[in-house]
Structure formats: C-alpha cells, structure tokens
C-alpha cells in the first residue's frame, strides 16, 4: 500500500494490523475500482473471517482475498443503505468470543447484512467491541442520512 494514499489515514483509524496494510491495500483497490473511485469513501475494517468492509457514503462493499498462489479478490456483498430501515448491535458467545456483530435490517424486516468482528487470540473482546462500535457510529450516520 502507498503511504502517501489518502486512503492509508483509513487503515490507520481502522484495527486493521499494519502487517495487512498490503493484502487489504489490494483488496480496496479492487473495491475502488467496482465502486468507480475513492468519492465518498469513509471508513474500512477487517472483518472476522470475510476480508474487508469498505463503507460509502452509499452503502458498503465487502471483499476478501482468496486463494494460495494465484490470488484473487472476491466480492461478498454490496449494500445500498436505502434499503436499511434498523441496524442492530449484538454480542455472540461468552464474551463475545463468537463476535461482535453489526446487523442491518430492511424494511420488510429482513436481515440484510451481519457484520461480525472476533476476538480472540491477539485481538481482546474490547478491541473487538471497540471497532464494530466505530463502525456502528459511521453506518448509523448514513442509514439516519437517508
């Protein structure tokens, strides 16, 4: 990842560990160039086990990096939070072991992402719950926005 990106002020707001700038550097790129640009770009994390969130003033785009030798970049998920009528914070597990987790829901009632951060190993139960409250702040922002 270029230091110099304005996007590097993102990674470095975010608890994403500077050993992953690269990886998740490449996987954003990805994510710019599906989204059309860096407009509107507000925050990004690392999710447990599903790779990177990019949230727009729009909506979010989730990605992840696969394969062993010959990587690629995979879209999971884009949202439009138009479509986000509620979000909803929860804890998973004793302690939050199995993650902390952002919900959104749509008008019909149905849930229409999870967002889930770990912890576990190097990341504390705080750590965790720390940065899906960051998140949490941001996306509320948006939907609200809306």
């Known amino acids: 990842m270029d230091y110099s990106d304005p996007n590097y002020r993102l990674f470095a707001d975010s608890s994403i560990n500077p050993y992953d700038y690269d990886k998740h550097g ?16 507000l925050a990004v994390s690392e999710l447990r086990s599903t790779g990177l969130v990019a949230v727009f003033r729009d909506g979010h785009m989730v990605a992840q990096e696969k394969g062993l030798f010959s990587k690629r970049i995979e879209m999971i998920e884009r949202i439009s939070y138009a479509d986000v009528s509620l979000l909803v914070m929860r804890q998973v597990g004793v302690r939050g072991r199995d993650g902390m987790i952002i919900d959104g829901i749509g008008h019909g009632r149905e849930r229409l992402f999870e967002l889930r951060w770990g912890c576990g190993g190097p990341v504390s139960e705080a750590d965790a719950a720390t940065e899906r409250d960051r998140m949490f702040a941001v996306i509320s922002s948006l939907v609200e926005a809306i």
């Open 26 to 41: 490449r996987i954003l790129e990805t994510m710019l160039r599906e989204h059309g640009g860096s407009d509107g770009l």
